[in-house]
């Protein structure tokens, strides 16, 4: 499962990418780079599978590039209005904590299940942008402007 996660994280980053680039060129390849370093750490938490020792640290890693992913998409959204402002504002709020947590994870601070609270902001945000997206799509309006 965590393979097919990260396939798709790959396909999302790709796909975007000429949606965003005309909103922020840097900022949409900075996106697609972040998701594809998150993609490495990743697939690097299911190395023991292969029977390859990884520190489990790389595994945890990946958090911190998808933060990093997650700030430039909404800030690229922000700026385009290609959804509602109100989800791009909730996600760059919400990154606070998921990122807080994550490094308190990382260093040892908090288990995972603990750090779980400090997750459940951005993880509503993306539900909730992935239904928008479904349901209305991208603002036509805002597509096209460069």
């Known amino acids: 499962m965590v393979f097919v996660m990260a396939v798709a994280i790959a396909f999302i980053a790709s796909t ?3 949606i965003l680039k005309p909103h922020g060129e840097g900022m949409a390849m900075g996106y697609v ?3 594809t370093l998150e993609v490495v750490f990743l697939m690097s938490a299911v190395a023991p599978i292969a029977h390859v020792h990884i520190d489990e640290l790389w595994g945890h890693a990946s ?3 998808f933060c990093v992913s997650v700030a430039l998409l909404n800030v690229l959204l922000f700026r385009s209005a290609l959804v509602p402002r109100w989800i791009s504002v909730w996600a760059l709020i919400a990154v606070v904590p998921y ?3 994550a490094v308190l994870v990382l260093l040892g601070v ?3 299940p603990q750090a779980g609270a400090l997750f459940v902001p951005l993880a509503l945000n993306e539900m909730v942008l992935a239904v928008w997206l479904l349901v209305k799509g991208f ?3 805002s ?3 460069a």
């Open 99 to 101: 990122l807080a947590g």
């Open 139 to 141: 603002s036509p309006a």
């Open 63 to 65: 958090a911190i590039y």
């Open 143 to 145: 597509s096209g402007r």
């Open 16 to 18: 975007l990418f000429p």
């Open 33 to 35: 780079v972040a998701r």
């Open 110 to 112: 908090l288990s995972q």
